[in-house]
């Protein structure tokens, strides 16, 4: 039996996947998604966790044989799981530095690679002195633990670093935890973006998909607005990718996906995190499987039901025979949705493949930094870059004239 611990955002496609591939598998929540587990009909079996020793009982009482991460609010409690059952996981002594930043830059930075000059402020003289020492602009300030872009502040002054703290400090962030451990600062990295997704098998990675990520700066904050998967990967590419794999082997991930990103700089790749889960914040799986023949939610499902399959693809190149371009779609400014009228012209670009998560009409649409795809995804497949760019620039001139949304300012 397979456990998804906490199968929710993109976690509901890995469910799905395995549910497809008639697997064993059991839902677990946390007592903080007690309505996520209530309303979770689809799952074959369903458990909530409120006390770590009577989950491990039932667990072995249901004959668990994997615990899986199925979003990041899971990582930790599959952590523990895992370690308690003796089941083959992730590296358990290196837990804390997959969820916490600073750890995970420090543990990478212990296998000899390098990374990004990063502190940890308890208090606000503490950030002018991190600043004072520094003496360079910008920075990024942000928490320790989140996701989703929440918290991430580029600071151009003492000024707006202090207010990024305060913004921060003891506020509960996106996976619901309060920011009480400290406040990150670190050195701010120019460069190109890219995401690394990756499926592993006892310690072995498989590139699973390489994206370029457009992030533009916004109100003082990285604004992201599409990534582009890459097809045949340059030489610096391979060298991020190869850098990517050392993250991981730093960071004591073994078993299932792992969403990295890191920055190409001019000198060299540096990490900005890991992530061990599968890609957020959800993944409709026709337009990978348009594009790379597969998704990561089914690579995951192989990896685990039919390992002989999945250990086959080490031998093979990566050559996605499609570029596939994800656009998170942006209302610019808040306010409640009238109309989306702008997506008949969207589904007419070239590449257009499909769009979901579409907010309905009378949702509130909130700032648009978060990378949640609360304004909706939309997915562009084609075997002509320059084409399916040229789509992408249209969708964002778009949102920048305000003619994708139609919103009511109350």
């Not at 913004?167 to 619901?176: F, Y």
């Not at 604004?223 to 998967?229: A, F, G, I």
């Not at 089914?298 to 039919?306: C, I, N, P, S, Y």
């Amino acid at each position: 039996m397979i456990v998804l611990v906490n199968p929710l955002s993109s976690g509901t496609d890995l469910a799905q996947a395995l549910r497809e591939e008639g697997a064993d598998c059991l839902h677990l929540y946390d007592g903080a998604h007690r309505a996520a587990h209530d309303a979770d009909t689809a799952a074959p079996a369903r458990l909530l966790h409120r006390d770590v020793d009577a989950t491990v009982r039932r667990l072995r009482e249901l004959g668990c044989t994997r615990v899986v991460a199925a979003s990041e609010y899971g990582v930790a409690l599959a952590d523990t799981l895992a370690g308690r059952l003796g089941l083959e996981h992730h590296r358990p002594e290196l837990a804390a530095a997959r969820q916490d930043k600073q750890r995970m830059l420090a543990a990478v930075a212990e296998a000899g690679l390098p990374v990004a000059a990063s502190s940890v402020a308890h208090a606000p003289e503490e950030v002018e002195k991190i600043l004072a020492d520094r003496g360079r602009y910008p920075v990024v300030v942000k928490p320790r633990h989140s996701a989703g872009s929440d918290g991430c502040h580029i600071c151009h002054s003492p000024r707006e670093a202090l207010r990024a703290y305060a913004a921060i400090a003891g506020a509960r962030n996106l996976l619901g935890r309060v920011n009480d451990d400290g406040v990150l600062v670190q050195e701010h990295l120019d460069g190109v973006l890219y995401i690394v997704n990756t499926v592993s098998m006892a310690g072995r990675h498989l590139l699973g998909e390489l994206y370029e990520k457009r992030v533009d700066r916004r109100d003082g904050a990285p604004l992201l607005r599409h990534v582009v998967s890459r097809t045949e990967p340059t030489a610096a590419e391979r060298g991020l990718v190869a850098y990517a794999f050392g993250c991981l082997d730093a960071l004591g991930i073994r078993e299932g996906a792992a969403h990295t990103e890191v920055m190409l700089t001019a000198d060299g790749p540096r990490l900005v995190e890991v992530n061990s889960r599968v890609m957020g914040p959800c993944l409709a799986p026709d337009p990978f499987f348009a594009a790379f023949g597969y998704s990561q939610q089914h690579l995951v499902a192989e990896r685990f039901l039919r390992p002989e399959e999945f250990a086959a693809r080490f031998a093979l190149p990566y050559r996605p025979a499609r570029y596939l371009a994800r656009v998170f779609l942006r209302a610019l400014r808040p306010g409640v949705l009238s109309a989306a009228d702008g997506l008949r012209t969207v589904r007419r670009l070239p590449g257009f493949h499909r769009l979901t998560r579409l907010p309905a009409p009378g949702a509130r649409v909130a700032g648009p930094h978060l990378t949640t795809g609360a304004g909706g995804i939309a997915y562009f497949v084609s075997e002509d870059e320059p084409l399916l760019r040229h789509s992408l620039d249209v969708v964002h001139a778009m949102e920048e004239a305000g003619t994708l949304f139609q919103l009511d300012a109350r």
